[in-house]
């Protein structure tokens, strides 16, 4: 589901990552991947807020995922020296709110190698 989408976006984060390494804030990797998005025509939204419904009422509270890549792919993206279990499910529940099955985890932080996982939740598929 979205594989090719999520090989080009991965590409654009590893050109990132290549280009100025390891270690800087969230925001100067957000504003370089929106660079490189760009660049390569890749069609995103950076920082859509989402809001939860209760049977029919908005809640108060915003969620802001980092991205929403092809229309379709959630992206959340970090720069700390370890992905931990709370940072995926932060991505976990905005594909819930956001209805769309398929988000990437992205974190620049880590030093050697970009870091990354790809979450897909199924009883989402086609919604």
Known sequence: MYEQ????LM????????E???????EVYQQCLDIELELR????????????RYKGQLIDKKYVPDLFV????????????????????QLFNYMRIA???VGYLINFGHKGTLEWKRLV??????A
């Open 5 to 8: 989408e999520g090989y080009d």
């Open 41 to 52: 025509q890749i069609s995103f939204v950076s920082k859509q807020e989402l809001r939860l």
């Open 121 to 126: 939740i199924s009883d989402l598929k086609g």
């Open 70 to 89: 092809f229309d379709a792919i959630v992206v959340e993206l970090k720069s700390v020296a370890k992905l931990t279990p709370e940072h995926e499910a």
């Open 11 to 18: 590409g654009a984060a590893f050109e990132v990552y290549n």
């Open 99 to 101: 209805r769309q099955p």
């Open 20 to 26: 100025i390494g390891y270690g800087m804030a969230e």
